[in-house]
């Protein structure tokens, strides 16, 4: 919570209150941040196949066999 008073005219402890907040928000926006860059490098994969390509790592041929 920002507090309006002057750092002068607060306790101790409301100093160190106002000093967590900010710590606390910084480390609450890397986090964000970090997982923001995490789903945009998972977007980068494609799971996509193209109608020549096999999921099972072999061909199979016209009649059905494989090769």
Sequence with gaps: MINALSPDRMTATERLDEVADILAAGILRQRN???????????????????????????????????
């Design 33 to 67: 941040q970090e997982t923001a860059n995490k789903y945009n490098d998972l977007r980068d994969i494609s799971l996509d196949f193209t109608a020549g390509q096999s999921v099972h790592g072999h061909d199979i041929n016209d009649h059905g066999e494989s090769t």
